[in-house]
């Protein structure tokens, strides 16, 4: 059975990588500090640069392909975003569409590239390293491990139905919309049953039982873990710097020609 493609770069894949046993912590910093970078900027080198970083590390890791079918599910959103931004900017409409593509792209691919390394259960472990309560680090972890399934889920009704004699682009607007009754009512009931299975399962657990547990995952920064942290910290706190010191090489302005 095919899933959305969009969700297979943001669903862990085991792997034995450098990036795959690095401490979630060191790639969590990692993800901040490109999502600030990705932000602050509305230059094309600078989000090329932030970009191609997560590039890099999905290469390191062994997931092009997954990555890649990512890529391949947004690039509606990106010719989106590239014509909305062509025909609403007043000046500099080229370099700051190019921009804003660059920016989507480096944000879904350095999310990408953290889920597609990180298990949920050593994502958990570093909230929790962190302060955060177990209840909320239990919420968000879950609501991110199901949203492949969730997918799954959806994948395998609209088989079902279609397999049944159900056209869901036939008719008008209105008819379009009615005909996805069929697939959302079942949707719904069936995430509901796995919301109950999922609480039975924590109350048979004890879970909050106890306000101190030990943690199913002890976490530890290596010598490795530290060195990415500091190579990290150094590549993007430098660009952050230049920006907010209004000190950008010439390369870092580089525009595009316009139309």
């Known amino acids: 059975m095919r899933e959305l493609s969009l969700l297979e770069g943001f669903r862990f894949r085991k792997r034995d990588s450098p990036i795959h046993n690095l401490d979630p912590r060191a790639k969590g910093a990692y993800l901040v500090l490109s999502l600030i970078a ?62 804003m593509v660059l920016r989507f792209l480096a944000l879904t691919s350095s999310f990408s590239a953290f889920f597609l390394t ?59 919309i009615r005909n996805y009754v069929p697939i959302l009512v079942p949707l719904m009931v069936y995430e509901i049953r796995r919301s109950i299975m999922v609480a039975e399962a924590l109350e048979a657990r004890a879970f909050g039982a106890a306000r101190r547990t030990s943690p199913y ?19 993007f706190g430098a660009l952050i710097f230049a920006k907010l010191a209004n000190y950008m090489p010439w390369w870092m302005e580089l525009r595009l020609p316009e139309i």
């Open 38 to 99: 990705a932000l602050m900027f509305t230059e094309v080198v600078p989000m090329l640069l932030v970009f191609s970083a997560s590039i890099a590390l999905v290469a390191l890791a062994g997931c092009i392909r997954e990555w890649g079918k990512s890529m391949k599910g947004i690039a509606v959103f990106t010719i989106l975003i590239f014509a909305l931004n062509l025909i609403s900017v007043p000046e500099n409409r080229v370099n700051y569409a190019v921009a």
């Open 118 to 176: 990180t298990t949920p259960d050593d994502f958990m472990a570093a909230l929790e390293k962190l302060g955060i309560p177990k209840e909320y680090t239990l919420m968000f972890t879950m609501s991110l491990r199901f949203i492949p399934t969730l997918a799954r889920d959806l994948q395998i009704i609209v088989d079902s139905q279609k397999s049944r004699g159900l056209e869901l682009e036939k008719g008008s607007f209105i008819q379009k």
């Open 217 to 235: 995952v002890d976490l530890s920064m290596g010598k490795r873990d530290y060195a990415f942290l500091a190579l990290t910290s150094l590549a």
